[in-house]
């Protein structure tokens, strides 16, 4: 069934160990016997950046020091998850062989790179103030989400933060705001839907749209890499991978991807 694919999916139950270890077996035999050469998960683009960086590329514990240093960077956790990282990013040569696709989590890590790059003293005290908000929240995981999802006016924010920068369009400065301000845009759905807003909707379906957008840009960026058509071992949540409209009304990223390959 999958000697012809360019993508395969799995559709899991988050948080199990078994997911990843079999994840992990199976993107092995894809590696060897049919040439596939990227992971796509549902992880924070960031933190993905962060597991094959020289350093810590094929290194589950210095992948997890990561996780600890960030806790909300790196969203699947588990030992298990970590080493599938770690083997994916051993196994392959090509620069960019983890692509993650999901909304903007880690806050603290977009904020301090931002900092860094702030063109002027005024933007980098902007950036250090969120920063030290985003601390409060997400200095260790706990049973509630992370600075975009608890803060109430985070989108505000974020939006007023990226006007500020003037960021140039393609920018890395551009990509981390657009990040900040599209989960904080997510996230507010699903808040304003549990005060009686009908909006709940929105929290699916822009969430797959961003999911879509960041696959193309990954998949775009291969291509002009050398590769005439990436083959993918996706790992999403079940909802994630329908082909079809999927059980919460929308239709997601793994419908998108069958009708990719089918083209």
């Known amino acids: 069934e999958i000697a012809h694919a360019q993508f395969v999916l799995i559709g899991e139950s988050h948080y199990d160990h078994d997911t990843p ?106 950036c250090s103030s969120l920063l030290d908000a985003a601390q409060k929240i997400e200095g260790k995981r706990g049973p509630h989400g992370n600075y975009l999802s608890d803060e109430v006016d985070a989108l505000e924010k974020m939006t007023a933060l990226r006007a500020h920068f003037h960021a140039p369009s393609g920018s890395r400065a551009e990509r981390l705001l657009s990040g900040l301000v599209k989960s904080a845009e997510i996230y507010s759905y699903y808040r304003r839907a549990e005060r009686g807003e009908f909006v709940g909707l929105f929290n699916n379906t822009v969430r797959e749209a961003w999911f879509k957008q960041q696959f193309l840009d990954d998949y775009h960026r291969s291509v002009k890499l050398g590769e005439a058509a990436p083959k993918a071992l996706f790992k999403f949540g079940d909802e994630h991978m329908y082909r079809g409209l999927n059980p919460v009304s929308a239709f997601p990223i793994g419908k998108f991807v069958c009708e990719i390959a089918d083209w």
């Open 21 to 126: 270890l079999f994840a992990d077996a199976l993107y092995r035999a894809l590696h060897a016997n049919f040439g596939f050469h990227h992971l796509v998960v549902e992880q924070d683009f960031v933190g993905m950046e962060e597991a094959v960086k020289p350093g810590v590329r094929g290194d589950a514990k210095a992948i997890a020091a990561i996780a600890r240093r960030y806790p909300y960077l790196i969203g699947f956790a588990s030992d298990q998850d970590l080493q599938l990282l770690a083997d994916v990013a051993r196994l392959e040569r090509v620069p960019d062989p983890i692509w993650g696709l999901e909304q903007t989590q880690g806050t603290t890590r977009y904020l301090e790179e931002l900092a860094r790059i702030a063109p002027s003293a005024e933007l980098r005290a902007e």
